[in-house]
């Protein structure tokens, strides 16, 4: 039973392509997350949402957009990807939003922009 | 500077040694210390987690937090090579709608 999941684990593609990143927490959580994990393994927050509202939305470039259909569902979808864009993306999850809460984290997806 | 700093190692010890991983930050307000275990190709997972200041014990693992000095720590006693990782500090107000504040991640590697 995979409390997050992620699809697809790896993703190849050529720059300026539109692509997507699913995600599905199956641990009835309120809040979900998108993070930005660069080589050097720092963990960046991109994104948050709670019962399917934006609560946190870092500097990202408007090619990001993310898109909540409900609280178990936040997908990632990039336009126009960019060199800079390859990185680990993890989805995560947790009960609450105020960062008090433990955060599960999906297996990743590592994106490689050619 | 950033909110909270983390030498990013790689820490090497052998195995059987004590380690100590540490991260220190600059905002007074944090109550709640976290440390994520990741390893190779996976998620983060939370290893340990502590309120305010003081120790907390979990097995060979040993979370002490310092909010004098600011400084929050992480011991493995008896460390295995399974322990091998990167180790992530976090920390947070608890605020609602403040996020996790997250530390670079060290990494360990315990030889055989």
């Known amino acids: 039973d995979t409390a997050v999941s992620q699809t697809p684990k790896y993703l190849v593609t050529q720059m300026g392509n539109d692509k997507s990143i699913k995600c599905e927490q199956n641990l009835g959580h309120d809040t979900m997350y998108w993070y930005k994990q660069d080589s050097k393994k720092f963990l960046k927050i991109m994104f948050s949402y709670n019962n399917k509202e934006l609560i946190i939305n870092e500097t990202v470039p408007n090619r990001f957009s993310p898109k909540s259909p409900d609280k178990a569902h936040l997908n990632l979808h990039i336009n126009s990807l960019e060199l800079g864009d390859s990185a680990v993306y993890f989805c995560?999850?947790?009960w609450g939003q105020g960062g008090a809460d433990t955060q599960y984290f999906g297996p990743g997806t590592r994106l490689t922009v050619l | 500077q950033k909110e909270v700093e983390q030498d990013p190692g790689p820490l090497s010890v052998p195995e059987g040694a004590i380690v100590s991983l540490n991260c220190t930050y600059s905002n007074s307000a944090f109550q709640y210390f976290m440390w994520y275990r990741q390893y190779s190709r996976k998620g983060p997972e939370l290893l340990m987690y502590t309120y305010s200041s003081g120790n907390k014990e979990d097995g060979r693992f040993t979370a002490q937090v310092d909010k004098s000095s600011k400084y929050i720590s992480l011991f493995i006693r008896d460390s295995q090579p399974s322990d091998s990782a990167t180790y992530l500090c976090a920390m947070s107000r608890g605020d609602s709608n403040y996020q996790l504040i997250w530390g670079a991640g060290t990494k360990l590697i315990i030889k055989p």
């Open positions: 995560a999850s947790s």
